[in-house]
Every structure is written in structure tokens, then in C-alpha cells.
């Protein structure tokens, strides 16, 4: 029955996550639908915390770079020549250009307006054309930096000077699984994607695994059974629950060589969700892991990447079975791509009302409470 006065969206994140989770229901529509809700979620929360960029992996040479934008400001991250990864401004300090786009590797940042030409640190090497004007000094012209880390493997970049770093704030992340030794994965693939979805629809689909049965039923939804999973209580950044793999997925499971695990850590597959917007799937062979930012209320940009384990890796057979991994694993991506926009849609609907939450849903109760914490 909804007979609640209606608050605005912040009141009423705040009040659903004021009653005890065995009485929590889903998030309110609104936190997905209100763009004013949106803009609060880029100041408070993508322009506080720390947002992944990939795999540090995959950006092995100097000059290697990606680029995205987080919170509305266009970031290079790039590997200098002394081998630091860096998050520089992808902005030209002349006319306010664009400088790179997408990924790939260069000698040097080349505005594609006016050619000045930034070294990979973001000091302005070469500017033509600027020798009549009496104001102009090179030495004055630097890209702004963003604070960038490499923490277990994962390039981490953040706007905010004050937040402490991703070993302190994510410390229960290692004491959880730094045995697995997760800094050491490979990436092999990187993918971006837009979904017609709003980026919190999708984060929480991969926090729980209550959909398996039904939206995966055509591909790893038999795999599981609801009355075997559990869902640990959280941490403040980040949750998880885990699942022990069968010996016939053989990539979820160690490899021989791997004598860092033992007894049911050599098949346990963690989904670890950091906040706000990484989610992990860590078994001891392979990784494959979405990095979400929000485009707007209903579209979510998503970098979508997994890779193999070094014992793997280095396995003359790795390459044929990651190969068959990765189909399944596009086709488990499909299945969640269609249920996350139904979803949405369904927010969209002006008979829609928000249910209780299933005990196998803790994960996206304290996923609310984070965010109400953030933004409040």
C-alpha cells in the first residue's frame, strides 16, 4: 500500500535503509530515475571515492593509455617512461579540446586541435605558433594530475586529494583474498559496452545471485542452488558472497602449480562488489570483472574484462579453455544485459512499487546503506 508521504529522493534512500534489513524492501524508485538524484551521485560519490580504470596490466608500455570520464571530467590514464601509471587531465590548456581518445599507445599528447604537444608526465613540450604572444611560457603549462594507484593489479584513480588511499580503505579486500594473489592476474580482454539501464540495476545484479536460477537458466543458472547460498555481512566498501566450483570447471578451479591455495580455497569463486562501482569475479585460475560509471539515469558505460591466473597463463592449453570461458561468459553478459533494461523499464512504470528484500539480497541492502552514507 503506498500511502508514505512522498520524500525526495535522498529522504527516501535514508529512510529505506533506516529499518532492519529482515524487513528491508529494494531501493525506492527514484534513487534510479531522478537525474537530480544522478548529479548528487557524481559529486558525492564518483567525484569521493575511488572509481577503476582496468587492469594495470594492460597498459605494459610507455605510452600505453585508456581514457574515460569520470564524474564529467575526461581522464587519461597513461604509463610514463619511467614506468608510473598516471591519471592526467584529457583536456588541452589552450582551447579546451579533447586530447586522446579511446586507447592506444603514443610517443606523446597531441592536442588534435592546435598540435600542442604534452610529454606523457603532462608538461606542455611544443606549442607552434605562440611565439608573438608575450604572456605565453611553456613552463607554466601542465595537464592537472588525479591521484592514481595500482592497488592488487587494478588501476585506481580518484578526484578527491583527501580520500585515504585503496590499501587502507579497501584493506579488508586483502585479508579477504590476498592470497590468491590477485595482483598477479593477467588481463586478456577489455570490452566497453553502454546498457540502457541505470548503473545501480546493474550493480546490484551482480551483488546477489537470486537471479541465477531464472535469467541464467539457459547457460550457469543449474549450476546453483538457492538453498546452499549464503551471504556474509559486509564491509563498509565493499561486499561479497562466494560460491565452490565443481571439478568440471576447470579454469574456477587451481591449477596444479598454484600452491598458494589449499583445501576449498583451490575451488572457491568470491564475487567481491567495491564500492561504487567495481565487481569482481575471482576464482584461482581466471578474473573477469565489470567497472561501472553512470551516463545518464537510464544508461550505464561499463568496461567488461577478465583474464587468467600466471599458473594459467603460463599452461600450453590456457589460451583453448579461456577461449570456451569466454563465450560462456558473453553469453552470461547477454542474459544479464536483457534482464538489468527490463528492470529499468520496469522503475519507469508508474504502477511499479518497490518489494521486500530476499535474506539472499543483504548484499544490495548495505550497498543502499553506502550510498545514503555518501550522499546524505
Excluded at 538524484?37 to 580504470?53: G, N, P, T, Y
Amino acid at each position: 500500500m503506498n500511502s508514505h508521504v512522498k520524500l525526495d529522493p535522498v529522504g527516501e534512500l535514508v529512510a529505506n535503509v533506516s529499518v532492519p534489513f529482515e524487513r528491508a524492501k529494494a531501493m525506492p524508485k527514484s534513487v534510479y530515475t531522478s537525474p537530480d538524484f544522478m548529479k548528487l551521485e557524481l559529486e558525492r560519490v564518483f567525484s569521493k571515492d575511488w572509481i577503476c580504470a582496468g587492469r594495470s596490466s594492460s597498459l605494459a608500455k610507455p605510452g600505453d593509455y585508456i581514457t574515460m570520464s569520470v564524474a564529467g571530467t575526461p581522464v587519461i590514464v597513461i604509463r610514463d617512461r619511467e614506468g608510473k601509471l598516471r591519471a592526467l587531465s584529457n583536456v588541452c590548456l589552450h582551447r579546451m579540446s579533447t586530447l586522446l581518445e579511446g586507447s592506444g599507445n603514443v610517443k606523446a599528447i597531441v592536442c588534435p586541435y592546435h598540435a600542442w604537444t604534452y610529454n606523457l608526465t603532462g608538461e606542455l613540450r611544443g606549442a607552434a605558433g605562440m611565439g608573438l604572444n608575450a604572456g605565453f611560457c611553456k613552463e607554466d603549462y601542465k595537464l592537472p594530475q588525479f591521484r592514481c594507484e595500482d592497488w592488487l593489479g587494478w588501476i585506481m584513480i580518484t578526484l578527491n586529494p583527501d580520500i585515504e588511499g585503496p590499501s587502507e580503505r579497501l584493506r579488508d579486500v586483502s585479508r579477504l583474498v590476498g592470497h590468491y594473489g590477485m595482483e598477479h592476474y593477467v588481463e586478456s580482454f577489455r570490452e566497453t559496452h553502454v546498457w540502457n539501464t541505470n548503473w545501480k540495476v546493474l550493480a546490484e545484479n551482480f551483488m546477489e545471485s537470486y537471479h541465477l536460477p531464472m535469467c541464467h537458466r539457459n547457460t550457469i543458472g543449474g549450476q546453483v542452488s538457492l538453498e546452499q547460498m549464503d551471504c556474509p555481512t559486509g564491509f563498509p566498501t565493499f561486499n561479497y558472497h562466494w560460491a565452490l566450483k565443481s571439478d568440471d570447471q576447470y579454469l574456477a578451479l587451481a591449477h596444479p602449480n598454484n600452491h598458494r591455495l589449499a583445501g576449498d580455497d583451490r575451488r572457491r569463486t568470491y564475487l567481491l562488489s567495491i564500492y561504487p562501482g567495481l565487481f569482481i569475479s575471482l576464482s584461482p585460475g581466471y578474473f573477469w570483472y565489470l567497472a561501472l560509471h553512470p551516463r545518464s539515469p537510464g544508461e550505464v558505460d561499463m568496461i567488461y574484462g577478465g583474464g587468467l591466473s600466471p599458473e594459467f597463463l603460463a599452461d600450453e592449453d590456457s589460451d583453448r579453455h579461456f577461449a570456451s570461458l569466454k563465450e560462456l561468459l558473453d553469453h552470461v553478459n547477454v542474459e544479464d544485459k536483457g534482464c538489468t533494461e527490463k528492470v529499468y523499464r520496469g522503475l519507469l512504470g508508474s504502477a511499479s512499487d518497490p518489494g521486500h528484500l530476499s535474506h539472499l539480497e543483504r548484499p544490495n541492502y548495505e550497498f543502499a546503506q553506502y550510498l545514503a552514507g555518501m550522499i546524505k
